[in-house]
């Protein structure tokens, strides 16, 4: 029997359906608690071409979420891990393991060369840095997010508004998986979520999911949606730039502590305390590159900056180059 036959019975799908599913390609950033139930239902459809990337390694934390893996996984690269266990079951696809951070500069080759890109790095920078790139390259993004018993699955770009249009400001908190924890069948229902709306999007569903957000609180079992179809897009944005893409004409300041990172991001950078800033950096035409971890101590930042007046100004978010 057709290894499809059961998904190729439904009229969304059929031969025409597979087939398209089996030509397109996919970029998975991210190969976590979302990406491993995104990375199976994808897998198992038949979608032929799979690009995942993570640059992280399996550990023994990670097995109460992320079932794609085994003891004998841990200390392997997700991203290789990943490939091993799906080809495991559908060797006729194609997947291509990328051990490496996603960077500003690597994001708009992802972007170009996908059918669709798949956001599940649970990373606030990864998720513009996406963003932008998706925008300009025209390819649907399915981003979510899972923090808790909570979380969110949107399908933005691609024709639709981009996650800036919905998500203008990063959110006043910057606790992640890691810090405030996360029930393994949140993120499995979550991840399986970004499966099902991807495949909606490469099968041209009617209606489309793109435009759309879906909420969920599986604390209390409940589920909500909206449309965000016409939202603007902002005039201006924060860029999140590489270390590479940093140039000796910059401002770059550092908003880390010496024992939170030894080392500055550039030689010439300045160590400042965000609340010190504005006392040693009056307005001026050159661009200022704040850098800290996770992006969101940059952020706001540079939110007072521009307040302030200046109106050239980046974003390095160091745990996440990324």
């Known amino acids: ?112 060369t996908a059918d669709l890109v798949i956001d599940a790095a649970d990373s606030y920078a990864v998720s513009y840095i996406l963003s932008d790139a998706c925008l300009a390259a025209q390819t649907p993004l399915v981003s979510a997010s899972a923090l808790g018993q909570g979380g969110y699955v949107g399908a933005f770009c691609g024709g639709a508004p981009s996650l800036r249009a919905v998500f203008p400001d990063l959110p006043s908190s910057g606790a992640t998986c890691a810090t405030a924890g996360v029930l393994g069948p949140v993120v499995g229902v979550i991840g399986a979520l970004q499966g099902q709306i991807t495949l909606q999007i490469l099968l041209n569903t009617t209606p489309s999911p793109l435009g759309k957000l879906v909420s969920l609180d599986l604390a209390t079992l409940r589920l909500s949606d909206f449309s965000f179809l016409g939202t603007p897009e902002p005039d201006t944005h924060l860029p999140f730039l590489s270390r590479a893409q940093i140039t000796e004409q910059d401002i770059v300041v550092d908003l880390r502590s010496e024992t939170e990172a030894p080392h500055l991001p550039t030689p010439n950078a300045l160590r400042l305390a965000p609340d010190r800033i504005a006392e040693h950096l009056p307005p001026t035409d050159r661009r200022i590159v704040l850098c800290c971890a996770t992006g969101l101590r940059a952020w706001r930042t540079a939110l007072d900056l521009q307040a302030r007046g200046h109106r050239t100004l980046a974003l390095q978010a160091a745990r996440a180059d990324l």
Request: charged fraction near 20%; charge should be negative; proline fraction near 8%.
């Open 1 to 112: 029997m057709n290894r499809y036959a059961r998904q190729m019975i439904l009229p969304d799908v059929g031969e025409d359906g597979q087939a398209r599913l089996g030509a397109a390609h996919v970029v998975v950033v991210g190969a976590g608690g979302l990406g491993c139930p995104v990375l199976q239902y994808l897998a198992g459809a038949g979608v032929g071409q799979i690009t995942v990337i993570d640059p992280d390694h399996v550990e023994e934390h990670n097995l109460h979420r992320q079932p794609l893996y085994r003891m004998s996984d841990i200390g392997r690269p997700k991203a290789e891990a990943a490939r091993d266990a799906l080809l495991a079951t559908n060797p006729t696809i194609h997947i291509k393991a990328l051990v490496a951070p996603l960077t500003p500069l690597t994001a708009p080759d992802l972007a170009q």
